[in-house]
């Protein structure tokens, strides 16, 4: 949450199985107990580190050090604290690995939830914009997210896109564009080869998945409110996502910076 990145649940626990493998060996095997243990803390994060995030730059790899201990500290210690509290209640010989791991659990989830509680009251209202979106003399509503990291310009023209999830817009197509839309879902090659196919194809490299094509069509225009803000945007293109497109699944639509930063023609 904190690096506003996917979480893989399978690819986690991979990286930290292997953290948790190498500091098990760190304990057990005798040649290695004899390492200088700020040696042995400095090289084992990294190693689930570059099996994550695959950092290129150096700078994102201290960036992702960084924080990757800094999380760890919070929770181990905290963790570790309460421990020792419940000791006083708690005889010594009962206070199995089963006591830490629950307590770390508790932890990590009210830093998750007290997380999510400030950025959606804090955080995200100011990148939030009510948009309207006029197409085929239609007048859809939805809440769309301001992503500055939303960098998805038509391969022709090189127009920025306003991404809107499938389930959000459908109602507001043809039947044939539905129909059209939904025989193509997963199948990039069919998308490709459609005569009947859509205004714009547009790649993208994000969406819940590594890489992928996006149904593209072009609207009469889509006003963004917000306060006093009132902006009319004609021939808007929109990019047509079948996966969620944020983690809240309140926000149905990434709002390109150039549409609020310039004219977004």
Avoid at 15 to 38: F, K, N, W
Avoid at 197 to 226: D, N, R, T
Wanted: charged fraction near 15%; proline fraction near 5%.
């Amino acid at each position: 949450m904190i690096l506003n990145k996917p979480l893989y649940i399978k690819k986690h626990l991979i990286g930290g199985g292997i953290a948790a493998l190498l500091y098990c060996m760190l304990l057990l095997l005798p040649v290695l107990q004899h390492l200088p243990y700020s040696i042995c803390t400095l090289i084992v994060p990294v190693i689930s580190i570059l099996y994550l995030y695959k950092p290129i730059k150096l700078k994102s790899f201290i960036k992702y050090y960084m924080i990757s201990m800094g999380v760890a500290a919070l929770i181990g210690g905290m963790s570790f604290t309460i421990l020792y509290q419940l000791q006083y209640y708690i005889p010594t010989y009962k206070g199995s690995t089963g006591y830490i791991l629950m307590i770390g659990v508790c932890i990590g989830g009210i830093i998750y939830f007290a997380f999510y509680a400030l950025r959606k009251r804090l955080v995200m209202p100011h990148f939030e914009y009510d948009l309207e979106i006029h197409y085929c003399g239609k007048i859809g509503h939805v809440l769309g997210l301001l992503d500055t990291g939303n960098m998805l310009y038509t391969p022709i023209g090189h127009r920025p896109v306003l991404v809107v999830t499938y389930d959000a817009i459908k109602e507001m197509l043809t039947e044939e564009e539905c129909k059209n839309i939904e025989s193509c879902y997963n199948d990039m090659g069919k998308l490709l080869q459609m005569e009947n196919g859509p205004k714009y194809i547009i790649p993208f490299h994000s969406m819940g998945c590594e890489e992928g094509l996006l149904w593209g069509i072009v609207s009469e225009c889509i006003i963004l409110h917000k306060g006093t803000l009132d902006k009319e945007i004609p021939k808007c293109v929109i990019g047509i996502a079948f996966e969620k497109i944020c983690g809240d699944r309140m926000y149905k639509a990434l709002i390109h910076p150039d549409f609020i930063i310039r004219e977004g023609e």
